[in-house]
């Protein structure tokens, strides 16, 4: 049996996780609304889509001056349905760091920070139908202009394209 009068009374105080590291502390604490976890043994921060631009620039300035990929996950199931993720290389750091931003709707575009999002986002259209805001050039990529749907939706129909294949020879 336990005294609970020698428990001391503590308030729950809900505490933001932030890394150790002063690289990505600096990144993280003028968002608030940014949180940080670690996946596979990268850093991941997970941010509003109304805080992506800005927090790109910081990135962009704390070090982080490749952008590797930007692509989508569809979670049809889940509000909001789709994850943006944003890779990040820093090479003078010699590390990686991945972004999530949450959206059902508009993001971003990034192409002012990193103009080599440019083919990534609209990728990331194309396929998903992602809209990235103030973006150059959001147009269809990899599929035909008058391609209606978007291929890696999970509710996209999954169809057939008829296939002719030329008469093939008897092999003896």
């Known amino acids: 049996m336990t005294d609970q009068s020698q428990t001391p009374a503590v308030a729950a105080e809900e505490?933001?996780?932030?890394?150790?590291?002063?690289?990505?502390?600096?990144?993280?604490?003028?968002?608030a609304d940014a949180s940080w976890a670690t996946s596979a043994g990268q850093d991941v921060i997970t941010l509003p889509a109304d805080q992506l631009r800005a927090f790109g620039?910081?990135?962009?300035?704390?070090?982080?001056?490749?952008l590797s990929?930007?692509?989508a996950v569809d979670w049809l199931s889940r509000q909001p349905r789709f994850d943006v993720v944003v890779n990040l290389v820093s090479l003078q750091h010699r590390r990686r760091l991945r972004i999530i931003v949450q959206?059902?709707?508009?993001?971003?575009?990034?192409?002012?920070?990193?103009?080599?999002?440019?083919?990534?986002?609209?990728?990331?259209?194309?396929?998903?139908?992602?809209?990235?805001v103030?973006?150059?050039?959001?147009?269809?990529?990899?599929?035909?202009?008058e391609w209606e749907g978007y291929p890696l939706r999970k509710d996209f129909a999954v169809g057939s394209v008829p296939v002719q294949f030329k008469a093939s020879h008897k092999v003896r």
Do not use: C
Request: net charge negative.
């Open 103 to 132: 959206t059902d709707s508009d993001i971003p575009s990034l192409v002012t920070v990193w103009p080599g999002a440019n083919y990534a986002e609209r990728e990331a259209f194309d396929m998903f139908g992602i809209n990235f």
């Open 69 to 71: 990929d930007v692509t």
């Open 134 to 145: 103030d973006h150059p050039d959001l147009t269809r990529i990899l599929m035909p202009d």
């Open 15 to 31: 505490t933001r996780l932030l890394p150790s590291d002063e690289i990505l502390k600096g990144l993280i604490e003028p968002f």
């Open 57 to 66: 620039e910081s990135a962009l300035q704390g070090g982080f001056e490749l």
